[in-house]
């Protein structure tokens, strides 16, 4: 009796995952755009950079150019948005009140400086001001978030200018599985205790004379 032998087609792990469209959450940090002295353009003009085909604005905010009010609204979108990316636009020059970096720079927990170095040179023939952008870029957890100039049009020009790298940052942190500690320990573990209550650590048996 003959058995005939097919090849199953390989397994894509995470593949409905990877093709769902990137979250993004756009923050605008500007005091009188808060105040409600002038309507935000830099939000929307971020917004309608990132192509719709592929990325998804699903939350925009405005919060003043205060270090615990921009961190605590990156925290927000990355915790309870759980979105890929967030952007800020705002706040990134080098006024006393400029505190986005600072305030990014707090929450971060992996810097991506490469994006920050490209935003600063976008451009820079037309606008040699751009030099002076003190935005920073990093990862928390397994959120990108990166800072853009506060003028709509070089906002514009800045996101543009890192686009086309993004897609692969976000392929990469989705694919990223726990870590697990070396020597087979199990990294539920806790450490043994002896009848009093104190950890009991091990000790180096006693050599002979």
Excluded: W
């Amino acid at each position: 009796m003959s058995v005939q032998v097919t090849n199953a087609p390989a397994p894509q792990p995470n593949s409905t995952q990877e093709k769902r469209p990137i979250r993004v959450a756009i923050i605008t940090v500007s005091d009188r755009a808060y105040q409600g002295i002038y309507k935000d353009e830099s939000g929307p003009k971020v917004a309608a950079t990132f192509p719709a085909e592929q990325y998804d604005v699903v939350t925009t905010r405005i919060v003043p150019d205060e270090i615990f009010a921009i961190s605590n609204e990156i925290v927000r979108c990355v915790e309870t948005e759980r979105v890929d990316i967030v952007v800020t636009t705002g706040g990134t020059g080098c006024s006393t009140r400029d505190v986005t970096p600072e305030a990014t720079r707090n929450v971060i927990q992996r810097e991506v400086i490469g994006i920050s170095e490209v935003i600063r040179l976008a451009n820079r023939e037309k606008n040699p001001n751009m030099i002076l952008s003190r935005g920073v870029s990093g990862i928390r957890n397994q959120t990108l978030v990166f800072n853009l100039p506060g003028n709509p049009e070089n906002a514009r020009m800045a996101l543009e200018s890192v686009l086309d790298a993004l897609p692969h940052c976000i392929k990469t942190m989705r694919q990223q599985r726990p870590m697990r500690k070396q020597g087979g320990q199990n990294s539920n573990s806790s450490p043994r205790h002896s009848g009093d209550g104190k950890p009991r650590t091990a000790t180096k048996p006693r050599m002979r004379p």
